[in-house]
């Protein structure tokens, strides 16, 4: 069984920075994509950012150049450092791991006030 434990979610005035973590646990294949998903009420689930086992990362156009995407693969840990938040990045913010399966983390809140 996998489980994927997030923390850093909280709030933070706008222009101001946070880190999320995610550490993954049990049998996990070595070839995965970690990242980043986030949701706010009503709207679907988006991808914000994604690292794969390898090192190659994605962003989102509209947290490129804010956010980055790492991981300790020996840690099985995920981080996302977001720079320069907006209220607009305020959502739940959702760890993911995917290899032959899909597994996501329980969500952490992050609230950006203006």
């Known amino acids: 069984q996998v489980q994927l434990v997030e923390s850093g979610g909280g709030l933070v005035q706008a222009g101001g920075s946070l880190r999320l973590s995610c550490a993954a646990s049990g049998n996990i294949f070595s070839l995965n994509v970690m990242g980043w998903y986030r949701q706010v009420p009503g709207k679907q689930r988006e991808l914000v950012a994604s690292?794969?086992?390898?090192?190659?990362?994605a962003y989102a156009d509209s947290v490129k150049g804010r956010f980055t995407i790492s991981r300790d693969g020996a840690k099985n840990t995920v981080y996302l450092q977001m720079n320069s938040l907006k209220p607009e990045d305020t959502a739940v913010y959702y760890c993911s791991l995917k290899e032959i399966r899909d597994f996501w983390g329980q969500g952490t809140q992050v609230t950006v006030s203006s």
């Open positions: 690292i794969t086992s390898r090192g190659s990362t």
